[in-house]
């Protein structure tokens, strides 16, 4: 069984950083492509960011230079580096494994 768990959200002031980790059990992380999403309160759950099982990367356009997603496939960890954060960044943040499984979530709070 697939476990995903997120840690590292907090609440910020605008412009400070988080790294949001997701820490994945049950599965080979190396084998899939990873990806962090959010979903802000009353909004639908919108893709923030993947990494291909070969380190390509892809982004949202809102997070587009602020935003960096990596992996350790040693650790199974993938993370989330997000710098020069907004408040309309706060949401919770979830990972995912593949198209398949989602971690819990961790929030994301970000004061003007």
């Known amino acids: 069984q697939v476990q995903l768990v997120e840690s590292g959200g907090g609440l910020v002031q605008a412009g400070e950083s988080l790294r949001l980790s997701c820490a994945a059990s049950?599965?080979?992380?190396?084998?899939?492509?990873m990806g962090w999403y959010r979903q802000a309160p009353g909004k639908q759950r919108e893709l923030v960011a993947t990494?291909?099982?070969?380190?390509?990367?892809n982004y949202a356009d809102s997070v587009k230079g602020r935003f960096t997603i990596s992996r350790d496939n040693a650790k199974n960890t993938v993370y989330l580096q997000m710098n020069s954060l907004k408040p309309e960044d706060t949401a919770v943040y979830y990972c995912?494994?593949?198209?398949?499984?989602w971690g819990q979530g961790t929030q994301v709070t970000v004061s003007s």
């Open positions: 995912r494994i593949g198209g398949g499984s």
């Open positions: 049950g599965a080979i992380m190396r084998l899939y492509a």
């Open positions: 990494i291909t099982k070969e380190g390509s990367t």
